[in-house]
């Protein structure tokens, strides 16, 4: 025995390290997920979230003023400009793509035709000719900036005004909330009558419970929706709580039965014999008792709902007025691919509330799945 419980505590570093390592693999992507969320575009573009809090270096072109710009200067024509945003601060600068860093600031470049392009430090850009300029689009300009790190939030502005996610986030409420309650009121009491009542069946309908455990709720959704079609619920909030609630319960019967049936019977037993009903050794004794498993399946219940997009869009729709967040989202990387600053913001919103939820209600989740998990009967 002595050597059984020697190696188990030698293991003890390799479980912690595996808990590390895992609390890494959800925490660093969700860390950088925030920092991108206050970036701008340019940011992103230029250098990797780990990198936020030390100047970036940018390349990119900036096109010159046109002929209608120019302005007479004696024998010359002079068009003249900035290449620089507030804030940044040139390394070099070009006049092609193949040369791009070519000139270093105050430096003069000699172009075609007698002309001539200087670049200033503070970014302001002298172009001259002999002759007057022809065409309408200015040269470009190829700049090399180092930007200081910035916080804007903009983005969330962009996001919870203009890009409709505010409404999506109050449809998502609207579903998440009744569609997590409903499922434990109904489970609480079907857990109680199949640990502690006695009546025929009881057995058959623990292993049904079970069974639909492992059934995908895939197949269920085309039959479900026609089934609220026939009756009249069609699409809407009704149908997309009952839907969520009939695919919640197998756990939510599995989890609180196995919670129950491991309370003490004594206490049951005293209740019953001083004269209590049913109902009231249910909502004195066994809900109070139970808090930890009715909390552990809460958690679940509202991660898998708050994050569920196809019973969304099955039965609750797509128009724009009745999109859930995963919905909006999912439009965005189709519509918004390259914009990063607006999906991260996006996505960081939508996981917000799901992770307060969870760091409020997590020891309530790791003791009501333990009892669970160990307690049968």
């Known amino acids: 025995m002595s050597q059984i419980a020697g190696t188990r505590a030698r293991l003890v570093w390799a479980v912690n390290l595996a808990a590390l390592l895992l609390v890494l693999l959800w925490t660093v992507p969700t860390f950088g997920l925030l920092v991108s969320s206050v970036r701008d575009r340019d940011q992103i573009a230029a250098s990797g979230w780990w990198k936020a809090a030390f100047p970036s270096t940018a390349s990119a072109f900036v096109r010159a003023g046109g002929a209608d710009t120019a302005v007479q200067e004696g024998d010359l024509w ?8 507030k804030g940044q601060r040139l390394d070099a600068w070009g006049v092609t793509s193949r040369a791009p860093e070519a000139y270093r600031p105050g430096e003069t470049a000699a172009l075609k035709d007698g002309q001539s392009l200087t670049v200033a430090a503070d970014g302001s850009y002298r172009l001259t000719s002999p002759t007057a300029f022809a065409g309408g689009r200015g040269m470009r300009i190829f700049v090399t900036t180092t930007v200081p790190p910035r916080v804007t939030t903009e983005n969330y502005a962009r996001v919870i005004g203009a890009e409709g996610l505010g409404q999506a986030f109050l449809n998502t409420l609207t579903v998440t909330i009744p ?9 609480a009491f079907a857990a109680y009558a199949l640990a502690w ?25 085309i039959p479900l929706l026609k089934l609220h079609n026939d009756i009249g619920i069609g699409k809407g909030y009704m149908g997309i709580w009952l839907a969520h609630t009939g695919f919640g319960l197998p756990l939510a019967i599995y ?7 491991g309370l003490p019977r004594e206490i049951i037993e005293s209740a019953r014999v001083d004269g209590a009903t049913e109902f009231q050794i249910f909502r004195r004794i066994i809900l109070p008792l139970s808090f930890p498993a009715l909390a552990s399946f809460a958690i679940f219940q509202f991660l898998w709902v708050w994050n569920d997009l196809l019973v969304a869009t099955v039965f609750l729709g797509n128009r724009h ?9 999912r439009e965005l990387m189709g519509s ?3 914009d990063w600053e607006i999906l991260a913001a996006s996505a ?9 939820v969870f760091f409020a209600m997590q020891k309530y989740l790791v003791r009501g ?3 669970g998990s160990v307690k049968g009967g």
């Open 78 to 85: 002079v068009i003249s400009g900035t290449v620089l945003e």
């Open 179 to 187: 569609a997590t309650v409903i499922p434990i009121l109904i489970a």
């Open 197 to 221: 009542m006695e009546f025929p069946g009881r057995a058959l309908l623990i292993a049904v419970v079970v069974g639909l455990l492992v059934v995908p709720l895939q197949l269920a959704l």
């Open 255 to 261: 989890l609180l039965r196995n919670y129950m049936v």
């Open 321 to 329: 007025d009745q999109l859930v967040m995963t919905g909006v989202l």
């Open 336 to 338: 918004r691919g390259g």
């Open 348 to 356: 960081f919103v939508s996981i917000a509330v799901p992770l307060l």
């Open 369 to 371: 799945l333990l009892a």
